[in-house]
């Protein structure tokens, strides 16, 4: 090998070992890290905001995430993210596109 390559090679491998040993971890329970440091955001469907829903999932907008909104009103929480099939707008390559971060949980309100 030429020196060059060798070089290259060993630059190379170091940076992919420094890849495989990032820790990865989370600061927030919305967000996980994986390995390779993507941060994938979580979207709880029963309890995001209009801005957050739009923001954070593919191929909706403001007019998607009000209709999530105004169904969720209507018919009460998601019980699992396959309802949001019901939401006029939304078909199966969209669902699809966000399945794995959206969240789909009820807060419970406790009275003291």
Do not use: W
């Not at 090998?1 to 491998?13: D, G, P, Q, V, W």
């Not at 990865?24 to 469907?45: G, H, R």
């Amino acid at each position: 090998m030429s020196k060059f390559t060798l070089k290259t090679f060993i630059l190379s491998a170091l940076t992919s070992s420094a890849l495989l040993i990032t820790p990865a971890f989370s600061a927030d329970s919305t967000e996980i890290t994986n390995p390779i440091q993507q941060t994938i955001l979580y979207v709880n469907i029963n309890t995001d905001s209009l801005e957050t829903l739009a923001d954070l999932l593919s191929g909706i907008g403001e007019k998607k995430a009000q209709a999530i909104i105004d169904y969720r009103e209507l018919n009460g929480h998601f019980k699992t993210a396959d309802e949001l099939l019901n939401v006029k707008g939304i078909g199966v390559k969209t669902l699809e596109r966000n399945r794995e971060a959206i969240k789909v949980e009820v807060l419970e309100v406790s009275s003291l």
